[in-house]
């Protein structure tokens, strides 16, 4: 199979739970319906990864803390956003493998109200014990990786050994092979039901070209959307295209992804990154009333709202089985108290 032959050949831990269950989401099936009929909406939980309250990162984390482990490494530095989801969930890894942990958070949203930066994701890092440190800037991932490896030399002379995980696409995007196991586990789960679409956030794009080089690998040509949340549908679509070639060589299968596989949309990505909009807060309340599901502003809830905008521009036809894949995040909303005013 794939994914053992990928363990196989990449260090990895395991610090995951799944595989994640894969729900229908029968409620919002009736809400949204499109418009030749309706679709078959489900769900994949990865918000129920488990660690520090799951999400996407940890399938990720595997192989990044797999390789840092494999290293004997004893600290681990990486660097994202105040509410970053990937920042929690990586000091947690690096926490129950024996690993010290430095972060640092960089300013990529402004003129945010005091719980942005003192609840959520910041409050769980001072409950795990997180060395932070902050980077002046949000959009300048080659200096914030310079950042890091900076530190990473200082603590080197301090006689650790450490293991930095980047943010800029100037390195193996290991993480994705987590995305790739999640392609074939989704596949097992679904069936003898024909997968026709899949709808993911697409941030830094490793959940993203992992999920969509994976399920190529295996010979599903299901469409797989990225709902853009930190860059334009223009800049992220190079940005997915080289992942997954990068992926789809690691994994033996150069050449798989096409350009016209790359379906990347940020009709709900106004006003940016980290900042909420009117149809991301309808997705949110819609997924909560009707599912029970809990979203995030950043992430899950742009998703939310993307998938709900493809559906009413009638991307796909009735009888279609489409499935949405929460990437987690919850702890985020904690920063946004406007979502207090939702009705």
């Known amino acids: 199979m794939l994914g053992k032959n990928i363990i196989n050949k990449y260090p990895w831990v395991r610090l995951a739970h799944t595989p994640t269950p ?22 994949k939980r990865d918000d ?49 493998l024996g690993m010290q942990c430095e972060v640092q958070l960089e ?60 943010l800029s696409q100037n390195h193996k995007p290991l993480g994705a092979l987590g995305y790739v196991l999640a392609a074939e586990e989704m596949l097992l789960q679904i069936k003898k039901t024909e997968l026709d679409a899949v ?15 994976g399920l190529r690998a295996l010979g599903c040509s299901a469409k797989v959307y990225g709902i853009c949340v930190r860059r334009s549908a223009t800049l992220q679509k190079p940005r997915l295209l080289e992942r997954c070639q990068q992926v789809s060589t690691m994994i033996g299968h150069g050449g798989v992804v096409k350009d016209s596989d790359i ?5 709900v990505l106004e006003p940016g990154y980290g900042r909420l909009n009117s149809a991301t807060l309808q997705a949110i309340l819609s997924a909560g009333k009707c599912e029970g599901i809990l979203l995030d502003p950043t992430y899950s809830g742009k998703a939310m709202a993307g998938l709900i905008r493809l559906i009413q521009e009638g991307e796909f036809n009735a009888g279609e089985n489409v499935v949405f894949l929460h990437t987690g995040g919850a702890p985020g909303a904690f920063g946004y108290p406007e979502l207090l005013k939702l009705q």
């Open 263 to 267: 379906l990347v949309n940020d009709d």
């Open 199 to 213: 709808v993911v956030a697409s941030g830094s794009g490793s959940t993203h070209s992992g999920l969509l080089t």
């Open 48 to 96: 129920c990864t488990g660690l520090a309250l799951g999400g996407n990162k940890a399938r990720q984390l595997e192989f990044y803390l797999g390789e840092a482990h494999a290293q004997n490494a004893d600290s681990v530095l990486t660097t994202g956003a105040v509410q970053s989801n990937h920042v929690r969930m990586t000091v947690a890894g690096a926490h129950k």
């Open 22 to 43: 894969l729900e229908r989401m029968d409620n919002l099936s009736r809400k949204f319906p499109g418009s030749q009929g309706t679709i078959n909406l489900w769900i």
């Open 107 to 166: 300013k990529r949203v402004t003129n945010r109200p005091a719980e942005y930066y003192e609840s959520g994701n910041p409050l769980l890092l001072h409950m795990m014990g997180t060395t932070i440190h902050y980077y002046p800037f949000g959009e300048d991932e080659l200096g914030a990786d310079r950042a890091l490896y900076d530190r990473a030399e200082v603590i080197s002379g301090q006689g650790k050994k450490p293991y930095v995980i980047p």
